[in-house]
């Protein structure tokens, strides 16, 4: 048996940053390994500066999500306004940057993709016997964090409580299973109805990276991603391997009317 942090994740917008190419900015269907450190980070109050404490939260922490609604993708056009570069000037805030030179300012076009009503749960577990940030500090820490939690990005709020807690299991798929589902209680629904039937798009799987308690056997694909952070300051990544295993989509009578996850709301 193994002890293994679980807590959810679910707001009405959410951003999984990819690689980015030009003026596109897409999301993955699923949180990426950075975005779950840099949650955990700032429940911690760690500053995104602070690269040595970000390390030590990193070194041995891993991550299983298990991707309950996937939403609904939504893309945003943007138009923005910036200062062009200039040697030896840095501006520390938005309205910095517009003061100056505003007869200079630039415009600049970009593509930001959105999952709307997607639903997370998510296991984190060490691998070292003495981490850095035990996972009874991280469970507080998520409780009572330091700084605003987000799903990627700031205008991405949590709008559930991420209700942490520690659990015994052989694997996180297992201690992912043995979760409560979050319930509904609104009017028009039924006492206790699960808030998973009542949002878009079906369930997806189990996303995870080394966990031995689940094995290469139980893996029907896996994927190399640059999601794995060096340096927040220089925006460096490093590969890591991540596996993937389908699971049941057909568990609520509702997914028949739901939309389909790759059609898009502009």
Avoid: N
Avoid at 51 to 79: C, K, N, Q, W
Avoid at 140 to 147: I, M, S
Avoid at 163 to 172: F, N, T
């Amino acid at each position: 048996m193994r002890s293994f942090l679980l807590f959810r994740l679910y707001g009405p917008l959410a951003s999984w940053g990819e690689i980015a190419v030009g003026e596109v900015r897409p999301s993955a269907l699923q949180p990426t390994r950075s975005a779950l450190l840099g949650l955990l980070g700032a429940a911690l109050g760690l500053r995104r500066d602070d690269e040595a404490a970000l390390a030590d939260l990193g070194r041995s922490l891993h991550f299983a999500v298990l991707v309950e609604r996937v939403g609904v993708p939504i893309m945003d056009y943007h138009t923005t306004q910036v200062m062009p570069p200039q040697r030896g000037r840095t501006t520390l805030t938005r309205s910095d940057q517009l003061r100056e030179r505003r007869h200079a300012l630039a415009t600049i076009l970009s593509r930001r993709d959105y999952r709307c009503d997607a639903l997370y749960d998510v296991a984190a577990w060490h691998e070292e016997a003495e981490p850095a940030y035990p996972l009874p500090r991280l469970a507080a820490a998520l409780d009572r964090p330091a700084f605003s939690l987000y799903l990627g990005r700031k205008s991405c709020p949590l709008a559930l409580p991420v209700g942490p807690r520690i659990v015994e299991s052989e694997s996180a798929l297992s201690a992912l299973k043995g979760r409560p589902a979050p319930t509904l209680d609104v009017p028009g629904a039924r006492r206790g109805a699960s808030l998973s039937a009542h949002l878009p798009g079906p369930r997806l799987g189990l996303f995870w990276d080394g966990d031995p308690g689940l094995g290469k056997a139980a893996a029907e694909s896996r994927t190399v991603r640059r999601d794995d952070p060096v340096s927040s300051s220089r925006r460096i990544f490093q590969t890591r391997a991540e596996d993937f295993q389908a699971l049941d989509r057909s568990d609520s009578a509702e997914d028949s009317d739901v939309v389909e996850p790759d059609t898009p709301v502009v």
